[in-house]
């Protein structure tokens, strides 16, 4: 079993930066990849990033490469994602989510994580 909380949502202009973090319980933290999605009304929920069990490889989707980055700290059990020059399109529940079967972080789909937190609000205003 693996709890997963989010934090650091929130409302902010067009142009700026967030961070959100994810603290993990449960399983020992450093044994399985990590991954951020989001879903905005309307839509199916949706890669944004992901990074295998070390932290040495990271993978973004073609929608935020270059402006989010995704990073852990074994220590304290917590995965971030930095979002910088937001978009409005970007606004969304970000939701964190473990991957057991895969350390690698090299997947996409929603449906190969195994645990999920319970999401947290951006909003990005124009």
């Known amino acids: 079993q693996v709890q997963l909380v989010e934090s650091g949502g929130g409302l902010v202009q067009a142009g700026g930066s967030l961070r959100l973090s994810c603290a993990a319980s449960g399983r020992t933290f450093r044994s399985y990849a990590m991954g951020w999605f989001r879903q905005a009304p309307g839509k199916e929920r949706e890669f944004v990033a992901a990074i295998s069990w070390s932290g040495g490889n990271t993978y973004y989707a073609d929608s935020v490469k270059g402006r989010f980055t995704i990073s852990r700290d074994n220590a304290q059990n917590t995965v971030y994602l930095q979002m910088n020059s937001l978009k409005p399109e970007d606004t969304a529940v970000y939701y964190c989510?473990?991957?057991?079967?895969?350390?690698?972080?090299?997947?996409?789909?929603?449906?190969?994580?195994?645990?999920w937190g319970q999401g947290t609000q951006v909003t990005v205003s124009s």
């Open positions: 989510a473990a991957d057991l079967r895969n350390p690698t972080g090299t997947a996409r789909s929603p449906g190969t994580y195994d645990y």
